[in-house]
């Protein structure tokens, strides 16, 4: 039997294949939920990750994905928009997101249920009707469900699609507290979603929708229009650490048997430098020192702060601290 290191893992990480990942996620999840035919223009100024300037680049990345998609076995069919047939849209047809049985032997659906014990995707569990669709397990018992969902907030997406299409104003409950909110994208990063956007007084905010609440969308379409050149995916922070009002560089080596994590982690931001011995040389600007320090404790000895000092003392008062 080939024995695989968990170290090997950063091999395949990309983070240009991540973005794609990321965007293909966005654009599924937008023709699955909004429950109409939707334009190419739509797709454009709604899913995050369509934001480009030219229209030739916009076009070039969205066949792409069309093709992408294509091969994954999910059809992309062309439906009317309005009772003339004048305008058509984008819609992923009935029967087109379905998994075809695999075939799996009594052996593969329980090495399945394994690996989905191991790492989960994101949400809650959902239940074990995924693997009861694949078969189930040759007597399994109990055992955590299979999980490969989009997030407890998948209900209401729909809703906040509309109102992005639409160009609606929104009201909800965040906090405990009521936010009135003109809604300008939806990105999907670190296993949640994220609502982007402006408060009436044009204050750029963005919310987690698993925490949201109260959702009402109001207001006639066209209530408000979207800034030109608005990226949503630009508004969310790739790593906690870098959402906060403090400008530091942080100059951090990674041990060897934990680099491949820390790439995984450490934001696009970030600048890398491999050593020989595998370990790893980041710098990475922080903005907010306690998410970055509660962090690297995670990685305990094998992480370094090198610079500057002071970041590096915070770290030892916080281990003192403990």
Not at 12 to 18: A, E, F, I, L, Q
Not at 262 to 281: F, K, M, Y
């Amino acid at each position: 039997m080939q024995t695989v290191h968990l170290s090997d893992a950063h091999r395949v990480h990309n983070p240009r294949v991540s973005k794609v990942i990321e965007r293909i996620l966005n654009l599924l999840a937008f023709l699955l939920t909004v429950g109409r035919p939707v334009s190419a223009d739509e797709i454009r100024y709604t899913v995050a990750g369509y934001e480009q300037d030219e229209d030739e680049a916009f076009r070039r990345m969205f066949e792409r994905d069309k093709e992408l998609l294509r091969q994954l076995g999910i059809s992309l069919e062309m439906q009317a928009t309005d009772a003339f047939e004048v305008e058509y849209g984008y819609v992923v047809p009935e029967g087109g997101y379905e998994l075809p049985d695999p075939g799996l032997t009594d052996e593969e659906r329980a090495a399945l249920w394994l690996a989905a014990q191991a790492v989960r995707l994101g949400g809650q569990p959902s239940g074990p009707e995924a693997i009861f669709k694949l078969g189930g397990v040759a007597g399994a018992v109990g055992g955590e469900p299979l999980a490969a969902n989009l997030g407890e907030e998948l209900g209401i997406l729909g809703d906040l699609f509309t109102a992005l299409v639409e160009h609606r104003i929104i009201t909800f409950h965040y906090r405990d507290k009521k936010r009135t909110f003109k809604p300008y994208g939806l990105v999907h990063r670190r296993g949640h979603w994220y609502l982007v956007g402006a408060t009436t007084d044009d204050d750029a905010r963005a919310f987690r929708v698993d925490r949201i609440s109260d959702l009402a969308v109001r207001d006639p379409a066209g209530a408000f229009t979207r800034p030109k050149g608005f990226k949503a995916e630009k508004s969310i922070p790739d790593a906690p650490w870098e959402a906060g009002s403090e400008d530091i560089m942080a100059e951090v080596t990674f041990d060897a048997n934990v680099a491949w994590w820390a790439r995984r982690e450490i934001g696009s931001n970030a600048t890398v430098t491999e050593q020989p011995d595998g370990s790893l040389t980041a710098r990475i600007p922080v903005a907010h020192p306690d998410a970055f320090i509660g962090w690297i404790l995670g990685f305990v000895d094998e992480a370094l702060i090198v610079s500057p000092p002071e970041l590096r003392e915070r770290l030892l008062a916080k281990v003192a601290a403990a």
